[in-house]
């Protein structure tokens, strides 16, 4: 069977996580969404959504019998990961 998982991911390089989250905010801001809707909106899910790294996600796969696993799409902080058992 196939797997196809679409999810926000966390990112180790603490650097690297804070920049993507800062550009979905500017896609955000070019869509025309005002600094209360971003910040609204992040609040509203920041204890909500528990968002797990890919390693982390690929771990799992592994643990419940995929045999292998990638991303096979990405924007910023967000993307697809498919997992093959």
Same mark, same amino acid.
């Given at each position: ?11 180790d390089d603490e650097q690297v996580h804070e920049l993507l989250i800062d550009l979905h905010h500017d896609f955000k801001r070019a869509n025309g969404y005002s600094e209360l809707?971003? $910040? ?6 920041? /204890? ?5 790294? #890919? ?13 292998? $696993? ?6 910023? /902080? ?5 997992? #093959?058992?």
């Amino acid at each position: 069977g196939i797997l196809i998982l679409s999810e926000k991911y966390i990112f180790d390089d603490e650097q690297v996580h804070e920049l993507l989250i800062d550009l979905h905010h500017d896609f955000k801001r070019a869509n025309g969404y005002s600094e209360l809707e971003i $910040s609204q909106k992040r609040s509203a899910i920041e /204890n909500v959504m528990r968002p797990d790294s #890919i390693a982390a996600h690929k771990e799992l796969f592994a643990k419940i019998g995929f045999s292998s $696993s990638e991303v096979w799409f990405q924007f910023f /902080n967000f993307g697809s990961m498919i997992a #093959i058992k």
